[in-house]
Structure formats: C-alpha cells, structure tokens
C-alpha cells in the first residue's frame, strides 16, 4: 500500500491564475510533447506530399492513409496509458514473464496491431470497391494485406521500442506518463509509419508474390489469434477482447476521413497535405492526453463520472483546451517554413494559420465532449478505459479532424 503515489493534482501552482487545472509541470511536459510532436510530423508530410505521384496511381490507397497512421496511436498510446496507470498503482515492474504485466501487454499489442492491420485491409478493400470510380479498379484486397500488416509490423517495432524508452524515461525521470504517452506515441506512429507504408509497396501489385505474402500474413495473424484465444494468457484475452472491436470501429472511422481526404484531394495543396499528419496527429494527441488523465483518475478514485463533468475532471478539459491553440499554430509555422525550404507556394502564413487554428479549435471542442462522454460509457459497460479512450478518441477525431480541416479549407477559400 506504501507504494501507491497520488502525484496528479500537483496543485503547487497554476498557471494563468489557476484557468489550466494543473501544475505548470503537467503542461510544460504536454506542451513540450505535443511541440516534438508536431516537428516529427513534417516528416510523415513530406513523405505523404513526396508520394503524391505513387499514391495517384494506386486507386484506393489515399483513403487507407489516415487509418494505417492512426492505427499505431490507437495500440501504443493505450499501452502507454496502461503502463502509466500500474506506475501510478505502484504494480508495474521490468518482468518479461509472459504473465506479468508487461508480458501481456506486450502479447497484447502484438495481436491487436496484426488482427487490426488485417480487417481495416478488408475494409478498406471493401470500400474501394463500393466507392470505384469509373473504370479504373482499385488496389485488390492482396495489396492492402501487404501494405497495411507488413508495413504495420515495420513501423510497430518502432513505436514499440519507444513506447517502451518513454515509460523507462518516465520512471527514472518521474514524469507523469498521461502528460506525454499520447502526443509521443503519436509523432512516432506519425514519423515511422508512412515510411514504412511506402516501403511495403515495393511487394503491391507482384502479382503472385503479392498474393502469397498476403495469404502469409493472414494465415499468421489468424494463427496468433487462435492461440490468444486456446492458451494465450488471461490479462492478454481481456485486453484484447475489449481493445480489438473499438480498433475496428476506429479503423472504419478513420477510412471515412480517408474518403473525405480523397474526394478533397484536389483542394489540398503540397503545404497542406505537409500539415494534415500532424494536424490529425495533434487533434487525436489532445484528445489522448485527456483521456489517460481522466482514465487514469477513475482507477485512483479521484474522478467519478456524471453526467455533469466534475471539478476535477473540467479541470482537466480547460487543460486540453488552453493546449490547443498554440500547438496548430506552431503547426502552420512548421508548414509555412517547410514549404519556404522546399520552394513550394504557399497561401501564406497567416492565412495558413487561420486554416489551421478554425479546423483544430473545432475539432478540439468536440474532443472535450468525446473523451469524457466516451470514458463514462466506458465505465458504465464495465470496461477499462485504459484500452478504449484513446482509440474512442482518436476515431472520432480523424473523422472531425478531416472534414473540421477540408471545412476551414473552404471557409478561407485556400486551393
């Protein structure tokens, strides 16, 4: 019981007469991972405006975009948040037993990103079809395998090794992992896993090595998951069971965005599809940073959900709130400069920045409403909110994030 360490109020002193909720050491660590998070984001932008070419000329995969990077988010963001809520419970220790805490987690996140990557390609292959246009045949179900799961593996054992330094970081460091899991996991997913999709694309369109490593892959994941469900460990199932069909309906969500996307392709400029990784990658972090506080207070006792937030938990959407602004601000900046180094037109910054901050003040009020609600229904249906909130979050945000972003685009007339 001596372990148990309640560090989340932190209420030594607020910041701008106490309107933030938390420490000024709650928002430094947000704001400075939100900021990494935006700069690792050019990255994803350059490699999505550098493949533009590629991309046109296989119908389909632009709306696949948004859920392969968002998907990365929606596995490590909940392990980090996971891990932070045994950290605070004092239960969390280095033990790679396959049934400790760790061990399981691991096993876990294993089989959620595979099992993921494997329906969203349905899905989306689906969806290619029912949304073909003219003649022209989109990608086939063979391509999407390859470029979604292998190009998942690639880009998991990544964001794995980081989440994993960033919780070692948190302990040594005593940092509240809340505060920085979700935009941290969220830059690596951005920085690695459009990468990593171009990558596997060198096997799309093979013909017959397309169709066998696509049936390799399935037949593995499927095997994983049979032995999850025959002899994997407890802890792992439930995590799983509970994280695996939000992930779905993350993905379908996310392939929604990557329709609006697609059908507003014309009106994103080189400098905006630069922005869109982190404008969608920022909106989904706030959110998530929202959500692991919030999860994280409901296991320590400290939030209990009502229909009407609690002072506790509306302090820690005006923290989420007050976090917005200057983040897609900075974003535009990064925008703005990358293009200037790229010799690529722009609209110009302020007008960028106008695009930038309308879409994603939008977005994050929505988000407000969507973590907290959807971490109540969480709890209600006795589920742990550590496996669902980010996920939850993030869905809706790529969606709202999307049309929030096409929207302002419109609104400000930018091409």
Do not use: C
């Amino acid at each position: 019981m001596g372990r148990v360490r309640l560090t989340v109020p932190r209420l030594r002193w607020r910041p701008l007469g106490g309107i933030l909720g938390p420490a000024k050491g709650d928002a430094g660590q947000s704001l400075a991972a939100l900021t990494f998070s935006a700069v690792t984001s050019v990255v994803a932008g350059l490699t999505l405006a550098s493949q533009e070419d590629q991309i046109a000329m296989l119908p389909g995969l632009l709306l696949f975009i948004p859920p392969a990077i968002g998907l990365r988010g929606n596995v490590f963001g909940p392990l980090g948040s996971r891990l932070s809520t045994n950290i605070q419970m004092g239960t969390f220790s280095w033990t790679w037993k396959l049934d400790s805490v760790l061990g399981q987690n691991l096993v876990a996140v294993l089989v959620n990103s595979l099992a993921a990557s494997l329906g969203i390609s349905l899905l989306a292959e689906l969806l290619a079809l029912f949304l073909r246009n003219g003649t022209v045949p989109p990608i086939g179900f063979s391509d999407f395998v390859v470029a979604g799961v292998l190009g998942g593996i690639l880009a998991s054992v990544v964001v794995l090794g980081f989440t994993l330094a960033l919780t070692f970081a948190a302990v040594r460091l005593d940092l509240d992992l809340d505060n920085v899991v979700a935009p941290m996991v969220t830059a690596a997913g951005d920085l690695i896993t459009l990468p990593a999709l171009v990558l596997s694309l060198v096997l799309v369109r093979r013909g017959a090595l397309t169709n066998i490593t696509a049936a390799v892959l399935s037949i593995g994941t499927l095997l994983l998951m049979l032995w999850l469900v025959r002899a994997g460990p407890t802890g792992a199932r439930r995590i799983v069971g509970e994280s695996l069909p939000v992930l779905m309906i993350a993905g379908a969500l996310s392939l929604i965005a990557g329709v609006a996307i697609e059908a507003s392709d014309e009106r994103l400029s080189w400098v905006l599809l630069v922005l869109l990784p982190g404008y969608l990658g920022t909106a989904g972090a706030l959110g998530g940073i929202l959500a692991n506080r919030l999860s994280t207070k409901v296991h320590l006792g400290i939030v209990q959900f009502s229909p009407i937030p609690s002072a506790e938990a509306r302090s820690d959407m005006a923290f989420t709130a007050a976090l917005a602004a200057p983040i897609f601000a900075f974003l535009a900046i990064v925008a703005q400069l990358t293009a200037n180094v790229a010799g690529q037109e722009t609209p110009g910054l302020l007008m960028l920045m106008a695009v930038a901050l309308t879409g994603g003040l939008a977005a994050t009020v929505f988000v407000l409403a969507i973590a907290y609600y959807g971490t109540l229904a969480t709890v209600r249906f006795g589920l742990d909110p550590d496996n669902t909130g980010i996920p939850l979050v993030t869905a809706a945000l790529d969606v709202v994030g999307a049309l929030s972003l096409v929207v302002a685009v419109v609104v400000w007339r930018v091409a």
